[in-house]
């Protein structure tokens, strides 16, 4: 489990594709301290496993799912990667539950500027995610914690502060690039709660 809290912006050095998946290697320092090999690592929101550890960073197994369900598969070497170690029991949960699953990915509609450092970005979201996300709500994207300021057909619009601005790979996304998304994991089971409510006993739902 994780919190939104990227940690570091590391750099992919390369990808090895396969007939059953792919290999990236990613560049870090500070996720380092304390990952080893079968350790878990959220790369742009997308929980992994380490396969390899070194000095310069690590290695982490991309299965058919992941390429499919995530943008990971388009990331090429010198790519900026948002990464995050797992919450530990005694850590402060500074940001929202993020579980490293990602749901879907959406597009960049773009990235303006506010004035004092801060930004307004706006994001396409595929619409069978949209039921997950209402005004004020977090949202994972690329494995930041984000609050939804606005909510417009489908697309969301997120006020971004300086310091993840600057902590982030968000200084360097262009309109038209996919991000990852991690709707709230709370939001998700109450729908289907009230979905599965809704199958069993349908007149108790709608009166």
């Known amino acids: 489990?994780?919190?939104?809290?990227?940690?570091?912006?590391?750099?992919?050095?390369?990808?090895?594709?396969?007939?059953?998946?792919?290999?990236?290697?990613?560049?870090?320092?500070?996720?380092?301290?304390?990952?080893?090999?079968?350790?878990?690592?959220?790369?742009?929101?997308?929980?992994?496993?380490?396969?390899?550890?070194?000095?310069?960073?690590?290695?982490?197994?991309?299965?058919?799912?992941?390429?499919?369900?995530?943008?990971?598969?388009t990331l090429t070497a010198g790519d900026l990667v948002n990464l995050e170690r797992p919450l530990l029991p005694t850590s402060r949960l500074s940001g929202h539950f993020v579980l490293g699953h990602v749901d879907g990915t959406g597009t960049v509609d773009a990235l303006n500027p506010l004035g004092g450092g801060n930004w307004w970005l706006s994001v396409r979201v595929p619409r069978d995610l949209l039921k997950y996300l209402v005004y004020k709500g977090s949202v994972a994207i690329d494995g930041i914690s984000l609050t939804v300021a606005s909510l417009r057909g489908d697309t969301i619009g997120i006020a971004i502060i300086p310091h993840t601005y600057e902590v982030t790979n968000l200084a360097v996304?262009?309109?038209?690039?996919?991000?990852?998304?991690?709707?709230?994991?709370?939001?998700?089971?109450?729908?289907?709660?009230?979905?599965?409510?809704?199958?069993l006993h349908p007149?108790?739902?709608t009166g």
């Open 173 to 199: 996304r262009n309109a038209g690039e996919p991000v990852n998304i991690e709707c709230d994991v709370l939001a998700k089971h109450v729908s289907r709660l009230l979905d599965s409510r809704e199958s």
């Open 203 to 205: 007149q108790a739902v």
């Open 1 to 73: 489990m994780f919190t939104g809290i990227v940690e570091e912006a590391g750099r992919i050095r390369g990808m090895e594709r396969s007939s059953s998946g792919a290999r990236i290697q990613v560049g870090a320092r500070e996720v380092l301290s304390d990952l080893r090999k079968g350790g878990s690592i959220a790369v742009n929101g997308c929980c992994l496993t380490a396969v390899e550890v070194d000095v310069r960073g690590f290695a982490a197994d991309l299965s058919p799912e992941t390429l499919a369900r995530t943008g990971l598969g």
